[in-house]
């Protein structure tokens, strides 16, 4: 299994070269919510740098949005969607916790979501949960309401040293949550901790968006202004670039996937 963490503004500032050399390979950094019973939406303040400070030290990244009930879900997923951009690692998340629904009407609106999130990043969203959640609430009418989410990635929390009991409608998990009491060096406060199922290569062929390539917009980032490819592909330590396009009047580099 790989390591990894989920984060947002309650670490504060955070050492990613650290949390990257303690092992970590993956992060799911929160990017939105709309405060409850209001409609007011929240950009975490620490999303920008901390995706950032996860793409510079080798870190795959995933954005999660917070769901909410009371705000229409297919406002929540273009707000989402238009505050990351493009999801050019892992893919994005739907953090399923809390709600003033239940039963069929949930399913209802969490569908909408997902199709929403799904049709404008052109991949398909993982589901954060726990198990007394998704009994609780998903399944509160009819079991085979959550028929659907069988699609979908299942990311799991349940805070235990064992393996976790899987709901329905899932055969297992590829994410666990197990703990929200972490400790790692680059991070002061305590940190949730997770684990992969499976070896980073097989985290990279199933999420990222080309296998195990993944896609890098300088854009998002920086552009290098340089008539010389190969010395921007030294410069950043990349491996086995293909699909570069390139500026001709320029020589910036503005899009590349790449193979690490």
């Known amino acids: 299994m790989i390591p990894g963490i989920d984060v947002s503004h309650w670490q504060g500032s955070i050492n990613w070269k650290q949390v990257a050399e303690s092992g970590v390979k993956f992060a799911f950094i929160k990017a939105t919510e709309f405060f409850l019973n209001r409609t007011t939406f929240f950009v975490d303040d620490k999303f920008k740098v901390n995706v950032q400070g996860a793409k510079d030290n080798g870190i795959l990244w995933g954005a999660y949005h917070f769901f909410r009930t009371h705000i ?78 069988r699609i979908y990635p299942l990311w799991l929390a349940q805070y235990t040293y064992l393996c976790p009991a899987v709901p329905y409608p899932w055969a297992g998990w590829e994410f666990w949550q197990y703990s929200d009491k972490g400790r790692l060096p680059g991070i002061t406060t305590l940190v949730d901790l997770d684990w992969f199922n499976g070896s980073l290569e097989e985290l990279k062929e199933k999420f990222l968006p080309n296998g195990k390539k993944e896609v890098i917009n300088f854009e998002q980032v920086e552009s290098k202004k340089s008539s010389n490819v190969e010395e921007i592909i030294e410069d950043f330590n990349f491996i086995i670039p293909t699909g570069i396009e390139e500026d001709p009047e320029n020589g910036w580099i503005t899009k590349y996937i790449l193979e690490k």
């Open 72 to 149: 229409d879900p297919v406002i929540q997923a273009k707000a989402f969607c238009d505050t990351v951009g493009s999801f050019t690692s892992l893919p994005p998340v739907l953090d399923l916790e809390v709600a003033g629904k239940k039963g069929t009407k949930l399913n209802e609106m969490v569908i909408s979501f997902v199709d929403e999130v799904k049709r404008l990043s052109q991949r398909t969203p993982i589901i954060y949960t726990s198990g007394g959640f998704w009994r609780g609430y998903m399944m509160y009418n009819r079991r085979i309401d959550t028929d659907w989410a």
